[in-house]
């Protein structure tokens, strides 16, 4: 099993629409985790941290459910500026120097 | 601006050929960090460190090979051990831990 899974995509949605993502992890003694996106053939960015009280910033938000060992991602009001690739991040237990990379959600918004 | 450097964009090497990577921050982060990207794949750690003179073997570092001589500067060189090199190569750096992290822009990596 891997250590953070992701469904690879791609999502085909409509602009204006909301999309949610899944992301789910196995060590449970997890402590930080992130969403970056990833824009075709660059540098990943950071879109956001995610907290144990779900957080939100403006159309995005982002929740973590401890007990299902899950991380999700909401983006509501699709825009085509939103197409990337979607990567779900979390902390290694061996170090806190370390992430662990999921393989990423391609996301494709549609005019 | 602050930020990382990478270089060169694209580079192809040829069987056999040692090439060194360039990562250069003037972000005065402490921590540094070499992934390997391939398609269809998460990110994986090559090497890392966290203080001038000292670093760490992430998950994949076998056939290659690095140094922190200064703050700034981590340079990856992928020896002809690394069977199949053929990647996107990311610097990063963060001013501590998993926080804060801030990339290059890639190195693609191609053997011919």
């Known amino acids: 099993r891997k250590e953070v899974e992701q469904d690879p995509g791609p999502f085909n949605v409509p602009e204006g629409a909301t999309v949610a993502f899944n992301c789910t992890y196995s060590n449970s003694a997890s402590q930080s985790f992130f969403w970056y996106r990833q824009d075709c053939r660059k540098e990943p960015k950071l879109l956001m941290s995610?907290?144990?009280?779900?957080n939100e910033d403006g159309r995005f938000t982002a929740q973590l459910n401890r007990a299902s060992q899950y991380i999700s991602l909401l983006i509501r009001d699709s825009k085509l500026s939103d197409s990337a690739t979607y990567l779900c991040?979390?902390?290694?237990?061996?170090?806190?120097?370390?992430?662990?990379w999921g393989a990423g959600t391609k996301l494709i918004i549609k005019p | 601006d602050g930020g990382i450097t990478q270089s060169p964009k694209y580079l192809f090497r040829k069987e056999g050929q040692n090439v060194t990577l360039s990562c250069e921050q003037n972000?005065?982060?402490?921590?540094m960090y070499w992934y390997r990207q391939d398609p269809g794949q998460g990110l994986r750690l090559i090497y890392y460190?966290?203080?001038?003179?000292?670093?760490q073997k992430g998950d994949i570092a076998e056939g290659y090979s690095v140094s922190r001589e200064k703050k700034e500067s981590f340079p990856l060189t992928v020896t002809s051990a690394q069977k199949n090199p053929t990647a996107f190569y990311l610097c990063a750096s963060s001013v501590t831990g998993v926080y804060g992290y801030t990339f290059g822009s890639g190195t693609r990596l191609t053997v011919v």
């Open positions: 972000l005065n982060h402490d921590a």
């Open positions: 460190s966290q203080i001038v003179n000292d670093f």
């Open positions: 991040v979390v902390n290694s237990h061996d170090s806190n120097y370390q992430l662990i």
């Open positions: 995610v907290y144990s009280s779900g």
